[in-house]
């Protein structure tokens, strides 16, 4: 089975502007959540979805913003990006709801200048 | 407000010693812990899980002990390999405000030196 994958790799964006990530999730799986990755925070929740609904949602701006499609590919989409904004953005799979083991993905390294 | 803490960013031990990487978390309301493993340029690895109806599970070298009454949980690996250098996070899950998630910590760098 395909792992779970991540486009792009890697991503350089300037302030303002805004940015779509793109996550495929192992097939059969049906949740997907998304982290943000930063060296002094660790990973933190961004948002799950399941069967193209939003189930569950982390202490983020509205700023970011994401979507699932009837495929559970996943978007993820940050508008008016900041500096802090840099991180490494993890997608994440599991068949079932978030609290069961996932399967990440790789990562989107965005860096914001 | 951090649910999941590891307060130990670094960990160093010798090859075949034993690793023991420490977790602690304050939510009351998590019944399955996690621990990840992540390599750079990767992204996490599930290693191995415990329900909070358990007190221990151990899967080859790995072996995770829960104390629910301290709300702690720990890794042990035996013996240490140069391979398991990497950073490991533990994570936690349970209802929160009548929904699910997983909540991680902010990780430990474990070195195993040959």
């Known amino acids: 089975k395909a792992g779970v994958t991540q486009t792009p790799r890697y991503l350089i964006k300037t302030r303002g502007q805004q940015v779509t990530l793109s996550c495929s999730p192992i097939?059969?799986?049906?949740?997907v959540s998304w982290y943000q990755q930063t060296p002094g925070q660790g990973l933190q929740f961004l948002f799950e979805?399941?069967?193209?609904?939003?189930?569950n949602k982390g202490n983020f701006p509205g700023r970011f913003s994401g979507r699932q499609f009837s495929n559970s590919r996943s978007e993820m989409n940050v508008s008016t990006l900041e500096l802090g904004d840099s991180a490494l953005y993890l997608c994440?799979?599991?068949?079932?709801?978030?609290?069961?083991?996932?399967?990440f993905g790789p990562g989107t390294r965005l860096t914001v200048t | 407000d951090q649910q999941v803490k590891q307060n130990s960013p670094s960990l160093s031990v010798q090859e075949g010693r034993i690793s023991i990487l420490n977790c602690d978390y304050t939510?009351?309301?998590?019944?399955?812990f996690l621990w990840y493993k992540k390599y750079p340029a990767e992204g996490p690895t599930f290693l191995i899980s415990?329900?909070?109806?358990?007190d221990k599970n151990e899967d080859g070298r790995f072996t995770v002990f829960l104390n629910k009454s301290a709300k702690h949980l720990s890794l042990h690996i035996v013996p240490s390999q140069p391979g398991d250098s990497a950073v490991y996070f533990c994570?936690?899950?349970?209802?929160?405000?009548?929904?699910?998630?997983?909540?991680f910590g902010k990780g430990t760098k474990l070195t195993v030196n040959p």
């Open positions: 994570a936690a899950s349970g209802s929160q405000g009548g929904s699910e998630k997983l909540v």
């Open positions: 939510n009351s309301m998590f019944d399955y």
């Open positions: 994440a799979s599991s068949p079932q709801t978030a609290s069961y083991e996932q399967y």
């Open positions: 979805y399941f069967s193209e609904t939003q189930r």
């Open positions: 097939s059969g799986h049906r949740s």
């Open positions: 415990i329900s909070s109806i358990k």
